[in-house]
Protein backbone atom coordinates (compact mmCIF):
# COMPACT_ATOMS: atom_id res chain seq x y z
CA UNK A 1 0.00 0.00 0.00
CA UNK A 2 1.43 3.24 -0.89
CA UNK A 3 -0.03 6.01 1.47
CA UNK A 4 0.58 9.84 0.31
CA UNK A 5 -0.87 13.28 -0.18
CA UNK A 6 -0.46 13.21 -3.67
CA UNK A 7 -2.79 10.14 -4.20
CA UNK A 8 -5.51 12.93 -3.09
CA UNK A 9 -6.96 13.59 -5.68
CA UNK A 10 -9.08 12.76 -8.81
CA UNK A 11 -6.39 13.10 -11.19
CA UNK A 12 -6.79 9.26 -12.76
CA UNK A 13 -2.99 9.71 -14.40
CA UNK A 14 -1.33 10.21 -10.93
CA UNK A 15 -3.83 7.61 -8.99
CA UNK A 16 -2.45 5.62 -11.74
CA UNK A 17 0.87 5.86 -11.56
CA UNK A 18 2.32 3.09 -9.80
CA UNK A 19 0.60 0.94 -11.73
CA UNK A 20 2.86 1.58 -14.81
CA UNK A 21 5.87 1.68 -12.76
CA UNK A 22 4.64 -2.20 -11.20
CA UNK A 23 3.78 -3.59 -14.94
CA UNK A 24 7.85 -2.24 -15.74
CA UNK A 25 8.80 -4.56 -12.80
CA UNK A 26 6.70 -7.63 -12.26
CA UNK A 27 2.99 -7.46 -13.67
CA UNK A 28 1.68 -9.18 -10.14
CA UNK A 29 2.11 -6.35 -8.37
CA UNK A 30 -1.05 -4.56 -7.50
CA UNK A 31 -0.26 -1.62 -6.11
CA UNK A 32 -2.79 0.45 -3.53
CA UNK A 33 -2.85 3.68 -3.87
CA UNK A 34 -4.24 5.62 -0.78
CA UNK A 35 -4.42 9.54 0.41
CA UNK A 36 -2.56 10.28 4.09
CA UNK A 37 -6.03 11.67 4.64
CA UNK A 38 -7.89 8.17 4.17
CA UNK A 39 -5.48 5.92 5.91
CA UNK A 40 -5.95 7.73 9.13
CA UNK A 41 -9.23 8.51 9.02
CA UNK A 42 -10.93 5.00 7.74
CA UNK A 43 -12.19 2.72 10.14
CA UNK A 44 -14.32 0.79 7.57
CA UNK A 45 -11.45 -0.58 5.22
CA UNK A 46 -10.09 -3.98 6.28
CA UNK A 47 -6.77 -3.72 4.12
CA UNK A 48 -6.19 -0.40 5.43
CA UNK A 49 -6.62 -2.39 8.91
CA UNK A 50 -3.95 -5.24 8.12
CA UNK A 51 -1.44 -2.39 7.04
CA UNK A 52 -2.14 -0.10 10.17
CA UNK A 53 -1.40 -3.62 12.45
CA UNK A 54 1.35 -5.23 10.48
CA UNK A 55 2.44 -2.88 7.23
CA UNK A 56 6.08 -1.62 7.33
CA UNK A 57 7.18 2.17 7.34
CA UNK A 58 9.68 3.00 4.24
CA UNK A 59 10.26 6.45 3.93
CA UNK A 60 11.67 7.97 0.69
Known amino acids: MLVSDY ?3 TDIYKISKP ?23 DDGSPLI ?7 VEIMA
Open 7 to 9: FDT
Open 19 to 41: WRYAAEVDYRIEPVSVSEKRFLT
Open 49 to 55: AIVKQEG
